[in-house]
């Protein structure tokens, strides 16, 4: 069964500083990945997607991941954070079936101090 | 604008009762599903529908109901059998191809009084 992983349930960062945030999956062949963003109260908006090819992709809002095989990883980065980025992160799996096989994270809320 | 359109986006519902969210999409997708999202769970999938007139048992589906009658439209119905309604409710669509991405509804918050 796939899984994922978000180690980190609460990061706070200083406006300006980098921002990486962990997303770990388990699955038996390449999935397809997501990071979303929410805002309390909202839905969820598509940040970035990997499907295939290359393996460092970029997404909406400056953010961009890198999906590593080797770990098992898809970590969600930005160099410079913005108060507006604070929010609630997920990252998502899909397996073959479609999305209806989707699993998501349980999210990594980050807070951004002036 | 295309887009999914979730209502209402407060709901307040007594103990004993039914209650019906709605789901409304204009992205001509074939694929709808409804999620429950708790604090520290992420999303859970209720059901989902991958063409009109058929649905599918996602995750959680115990408590809810739903319909598909038109392409558009992909209510849930969450009936007096669950126990525990009180969530933040959303409703995503997707194309019907494997390597593709849901766009999600912004939300309802269901609470039991």
């Known amino acids: 069964a796939q899984s994922v992983t978000q180690p980190d349930i609460h990061i706070t960062v200083s406006e300006g500083a980098s921002l990486e945030l962990r997303c770990n999956y388990s699955?038996?062949?390449?999935?397809?990945l997501f990071w979303y963003v929410q805002s309390p109260g909202q839905g969820l908006q598509l940040l970035l997607k990997?499907?295939?090819?290359?393996?460092l992709v970029q997404g909406i809002k400056g953010f961009e991941a890198e999906f590593k095989r080797s770990q098992s990883s898809f970590n969600l980065r930005k160099p410079s954070v913005h108060w507006s980025d604070a929010a609630e992160y997920f990252c998502?799996?899909?397996?073959?079936?479609?999305?209806?096989?989707?699993?998501f994270g349980i999210g990594t809320k980050l807070q951004v101090i002036p | 604008d295309g887009g999914i359109t979730q209502s209402p986006k407060y709901l307040f519902r007594k103990e004993g009762q039914n209650v019906t969210l709605s789901c409304e999409q204009n992205?001509?997708?074939?694929?709808m599903y409804w999620y429950r999202q708790d604090p520290g769970q992420g999303l859970r999938l209720i059901y989902y529908?991958?063409?009109?007139?058929?649905?599918q048992k996602g995750d959680i589906a115990e408590g809810y109901s739903v319909s598909r009658e038109k392409k558009e439209s992909f209510p849930l119905t969450v009936t007096s059998a669950q126990k525990n309604p009180t969530a933040f409710y959303l409703c995503?669509?997707?194309?019907?191809?494997?390597?593709?991405?849901?766009?999600f509804g912004q939300g309802t918050r269901l609470t039991v009084v």
């Open positions: 529908s991958q063409i009109v007139n058929d649905f």
């Open positions: 992205l001509n997708h074939d694929a």
């Open positions: 699955y038996g062949a390449t999935p397809y």
């Open positions: 998502a799996v899909v397996g073959i079936g479609g999305y209806q096989k989707v699993t």
């Open positions: 990997y499907f295939s090819g290359d393996t």
């Open positions: 995503a669509s997707s194309t019907s191809k494997e390597n593709t991405e849901a766009f």
